[in-house]
Nanobody, 125 residues
């Protein structure tokens, strides 16, 4: 069982920045593709960003150019740097982990094996 823990959420004004972190308790972390998703109240969980085991990235259109995801396999960490935040970025943000031997990125939440509890991001106008 892989434990995934997000941190770094909070309240920020529109135009501001936040960096979310995701820690995974798995010695073979480098074999896990990672993804960031978000869920606003009353809405379905939606894809934000994904990073492959080799560091390839893929972003939702709504965040491309504003958000950047990266990983540090030595620390079992994945990050989501969020800039130019907007009120419609307000949501609970979740980190997912998927065991894989391929270099793909995954934007379907059903693809992921493990999830964290989420961290709340609120962007005020």
């Amino acid at each position: 069982q892989v434990q995934v823990v997000e941190s770094g959420g909070g309240l920020v004004q529109a135009g501001g920045s936040l960096r979310l972190s995701c820690a995974a308790s798995e010695r073979t972390f480098s074999n896990y593709a990672m993804g960031w998703f978000r869920q606003a109240p009353g809405k379905e969980r939606e894809f934000v960003a994904a990073i492959s085991i080799r560091g390839g990235t893929y972003y939702a259109v709504s965040v491309k150019g504003r958000f950047t995801t990266s990983r540090d396999n030595a620390k079992n960490m994945v990050y989501l740097q969020m800039t130019s935040l907007r009120p419609d970025d307000t949501a609970d943000y979740y980190c997912g982990a998927k065991f894989t031997r391929t270099i793909g990125v995954y934007y379907n939440p059903a693809s992921y094996d493990y999830w964290g509890q989420g961290t709340q991001v609120t962007v005020s106008s």
